[in-house]
């Protein structure tokens, strides 16, 4: 500070102008030194260049010839300051220049800020897309079942369904369709007979029409070949190999009895499992191999029931009554049409207690307990047609609905 007062000292004593002396080495004035005395407002007043003094040419000439720098700074830093506008676009959009180029003055983030915060700001001013659910089509059926099996196909719809048309082995069946848990829902009975069917693929075809649009689904099921046992027989010859003059005879009931085991209605009334037609113990099941007098015959395609002579017998399921008659091999026989395919039948009956036309109720009893037809003994052959064939029912009395789907 010392070295500083006494320029200043000198200055006045000797009458020279500071910025001369500034830009003399020799004074020792170096750059930092007393920055507040090169401020722009002090280098514009400049109240001692108003006194007159005598001047050394050496030292005024340098300060008229060569300008001085450091003035130069503050007197252009002026001007910039007063051209600097304020950032309207940071503060204040303008929606007329959105399309336009920024200057080289805007800053990225003055840019993108406003940006940010409209977003940010307002969630609610963005419209939510409302996404439609894809409804759902689903077809449940099993990959395998057993030669004379009986199982099950269910189709399950978000949406009501127009229309539903089942094809398996060259049958087509239309199932009636409900609504269960606020789904839409198709079921139907299918199976092979152990007479027909051999092992190997089937292909199982689903079409359903649903909101005006035809959907078709396929599924491959694998019969599989079972174990049935072989079952011997001695009966009298007449009921081995029936006389001709019954040929007839046989031919016309085989007949009325093809078109009542293949009937299908459009509504369905069984429901899983059925109802035991007598409780007795089954003495002959399902697919066993007959031979009789030492002759191999067609497979046995039911159950035989042990059932005193007399004993009610009662209906697996509610339906109508399509059938009565008494057959050659038979004797007294009921069918009873379930829809959509499904129809019992009760054998060997000694009285029938309902008559073609009749609507039972699942339980009620439609004929009694005899030896009829080809029988050797009181019991009841009980056999149950799905979409035609002889399947085994024996599943149906403890299965329900969902196992068979399995």
Known sequence: MRRFFLIVFLTALLGLPLNSLAQDSSFGL???????????????????????????????????????????????????????????????????????????????????????????SAPDSVEPVQVKPVPALVLAAPRKAGVGKPFLVRLTSDLPMESVLIRWQGREVVPSISVWNDRHVALAMLGTDVLTERPGKEELVVVASVAGKENTLRRTVRIAPEDYPKQELTLPEKMVSPPKEVHDRIAAERSRTTAAKDTVSARRMWRLPLERPVQGKILSVYGAQRILNGKPKNPHRGLDFRSPMGNPVKCVDSGRVILVGDHYYAGNSVYVDHGNGVVSMYFHLSEPTVKEGDEVRRGQTIGLTGMTGRATGPHLHFSLSVQGDLVDPAPLFTSTADKLLR
Do not use: K, R
Not at 64 to 77: L, R
């Open 30 to 120: 170096e750059e930092g030194d007393g920055p507040s005395l090169l401020t722009a407002a002090n280098t514009q007043a400049q109240p001692v260049q108003a006194a007159p003094a005598p001047a050394a040419p050496a030292v005024t000439a340098p300060a008229q010839a060569t300008p001085d720098p450091v003035e130069a700074e503050p007197a252009q830093a002026a001007p910039a300051l007063d051209q600097v506008s304020p950032p309207p676009a940071v503060v204040e959009p303008a929606p007329a220049e959105v399309g336009s180029a920024p200057t080289a003055d805007v800053s990225v983030p003055a840019a993108t800020a406003p940006v940010q915060a409209v977003a940010g």
